[in-house]
């Protein structure tokens, strides 16, 4: 790959997570978003998931905590949570809510686990993430790619 694209300078245990990521919102998005995926329909989907029983928040308890210690920290936001970049449809203030350790509420904890991949999935694929050649990133990757395939797992009807 290119000196000019950034990649050189990656691991590549970062180039795969880079890589799996890829793969895995992309059929993510296919399977459980039915092809468009958007804030709106992400939290369409996890109420939908709660009220058939089926939210699970529960499993993505290392996740959010490993979003809460990176984006929170000393009774404050992290310069980490601005470069989020979260639009008003990314339902910030309950993002914020549950990073901050004031929220524990199971169904705001899936949208904020969730909200925070579609924000890695916007920074990526629109360049935001580009703009620091992609470094550090491979425990954020590696923690989406888990969150993903458990959702996958669950949602993704992949026997069919």
């Not at 590549?12 to 296919?30: P, Q, R, Y």
């Not at 939290?43 to 709660?50: F, L, Y």
Request: glycine content about 6%.
């Amino acid at each position: 790959m290119s000196t000019r694209s950034g990649f050189s300078a990656l691991p590549n245990a970062d180039l795969t997570e880079i890589f799996n990521f890829t793969f895995l919102w992309s059929l993510f998005e296919a399977r459980v978003m039915g092809n468009f995926a958007s804030a709106d329909m992400i939290r369409t989907k996890v109420d939908a998931w709660r009220d058939a029983g089926e939210l699970d928040a529960d499993q993505y308890g290392v996740e959010l905590a490993y979003f809460r210690q990176r984006y929170f920290a000393n009774g404050a936001f992290t310069h980490h949570f601005t470069h989020l970049h979260l639009r008003p449809a990314d339902q910030p203030v309950i993002v914020q809510s549950v990073i901050e350790g004031g929220n524990s509420d199971p169904r705001d904890c899936l949208l904020t686990v969730l909200m925070i991949v579609w924000r890695f999935r916007n920074n990526l694929f629109h360049g935001a993430k580009w703009n620091y050649q992609l470094q550090d990133q491979l425990t954020n990757f590696t923690h989406a790619n888990a969150i993903l395939m458990r959702l996958l797992e669950k949602h993704g009807h992949l026997d069919s």
